[in-house]
C-alpha cells in the first residue's frame, strides 16, 4: 500500500470483549476474505506489549491482502509496528503532535462528535475523520448522544475531509450513510459480534459496492 493511500469503505475496528471465544485474528481474517478494506488495532485494557503482539499478527494477515492497519490512540505503538497509521480521540495526543511524531507518509484519522470539532479538524491536514456516534451504541456507553445521517454528514462537510461514519452501523442502516454522502462505516460489533464475521462483512460490503456502482 502506498503511504496515506487508503480505502474508508468498510472499516473494521477490532474490540476483543466482542469477538467473544473468537480470536481477533480469526475475525480479521474472516474480514479480510470477504472484503473488508481497512482494519484499525483497538484495545482500551491492555497494555502496550500484547497489543504490539497482537499488531504484528494482524500485519502478517494484512499486508499480503494489502489492507492498512490503523493503530487506535497508541502513536508508540503504531511506531514500533510501523503501521499505516493512527486514529486519535479528541482526549489522544492532538493532531499537529501526533503529525509531527508520524511524519507526512503515515495516515492519521480523527474523531469529531460536534461541530466544535469539526471546524478545528478542518483547521489541520487530517487524512479522514471519523464522525459519530451515528447511531446509539452499546460498545462506547460514553459516545454520546446519536447525530444520525444527516448531522454526521454535516460534521463532515464542515471537516472537509474524507469522512467514515462510527457508531451503531450494520448493514440495514450504512446505506443511508453512504447515500448521505459519507465515503465510509467503521464498525465494531456488526462484524466481531456477528454469528458469522465473515458474511457480516460481505453484507457491509455489498451495500458499499451497491452504493458505488449507483455513482457510476
Ligand atoms: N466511537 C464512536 S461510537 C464507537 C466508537 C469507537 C463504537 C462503535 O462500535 P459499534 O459496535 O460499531 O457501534
Ligand atoms: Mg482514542
Known sequence: MKPREFDLG???????ACCGSRSVEDVVS????SGVT???LRDKNVDARPMLELGRRLLLLLRPAGIGLIVNDRIDVAQVLDADGV????QDIPYPEARRL???AKIIGVSVGSEAEAREAARWDVDYVGVGPVYPTATKPDAGAALGPDATARLAR???HRAVAIGGIDSANAAALYAAGIEGVATISAICSAPDPGAATRRLVRVMQEHRASRK
Not at 474472516?30 to 476474505?33: E, K, M, P, V
Not at 486514529?87 to 479528541?90: K, V
Open 102 to 104: 508520524l511524519g507526512p
Open 30 to 33: 474472516a474480514a479480510i476474505d
Open 158 to 160: 464542515i471537516s472537509g
Open 38 to 40: 481497512l482494519v484499525q
Open 87 to 90: 486514529h486519535t480521540g479528541q
Open 10 to 16: 468498510v472499516y473494521l475496528i477490532t474490540d476483543r
